[in-house]
């Protein structure tokens, strides 16, 4: 079966560095996500991965291992605004995205 | 500039009860998706369409169907809804259905069964 997991609660702290670790088994890949969904809205784009390595956006940052079947998004300078579930997915072999529960991380001042 | 929109916001249905819950995207997007989002759960997947006249089912089609008549619109319909159909439903578009292509969503319909 295919299978996305992520932790399903982080706390950090305002001004802060937290890395949200994502495992994924998927019958094939073709890129991973991640995606940003504060409470009782929609979900948003943050990054696309689909070569090894690190991509870097600003403040967010995440990185492939397509050989591990591992992601992970890094925040840094973390702000109050930051506090949401991070969501990561997989695109499979039939180009559908397989979702992870998603992580939520609370930011303390 | 609108992106994509849901109605309703939120529902409460009785069981058995027919339910069209409808999407509309002004992107011109050719691929539209259909989620449902529970507690504890990833996105589940129920419908897709690639393009205008075409749908596909997701993980979890059963008891919903959808119809791409246009480009723009993407209805779901539940027949005749049951509890366990209570969920947050998300619809979303991407330029294309490839591999590359961020999904953008819609604000979603709460949607109680009882």
């Known amino acids: 079966g295919q299978n996305i997991d992520q932790p399903t609660e982080m706390t950090a702290t305002e001004g802060a560095i937290v890395q949200i670790n994502c495992t994924y088994q998927t019958s094939g890949f073709n890129g991973l996500f991640w995606y940003q969904q504060h409470a009782g809205e929609a979900p948003t784009f943050l990054s696309y991965?689909?070569l090894d390595g690190l991509e870097e956006k600003g403040r967010f940052s995440s990185f492939l291992s397509r050989s591990k079947g591992y992601s992970y998004l890094l925040l840094k300078e973390l702000q109050m605004k930051d506090s949401a579930s991070y969501l990561c997915?997989?695109?499979?072999?039939?180009?559908?995205?397989?979702w992870g529960a998603g992580t939520k991380l609370i930011i303390k001042p | 500039i609108a992106g994509i929109t849901q109605a309703p916001t939120s529902q409460i249905l009785a069981a058995g009860r027919r339910m069209t819950l409808r999407c509309t995207q002004d992107m011109r997007h050719n691929a539209m998706y259909w989620y449902r989002q529970d507690l504890g759960l990833g996105l589940r997947l129920i419908h897709y369409s690639n393009t205008a006249g075409t749908t596909g089912k997701g993980e979890v089609p059963d008891g919903y169907s959808v119809s791409r008549a246009n480009t723009d619109d993407f209805p779901l319909t539940l027949a005749s809804a049951v509890p366990s159909q209570t969920s947050v439903y998300f619809c979303?578009?991407?330029?294309?259905?490839?591999?590359?292509?961020?999904?953008?969503f819609g604000p979603g319909t709460r949607l109680t069964v009882l």
């Open positions: 979303a578009s991407s330029e294309q259905g490839g591999a590359n292509n961020e999904q953008f």
């Open positions: 991965n689909v």
């Open positions: 997915a997989v695109k499979d072999s039939n180009y559908q995205l397989i």
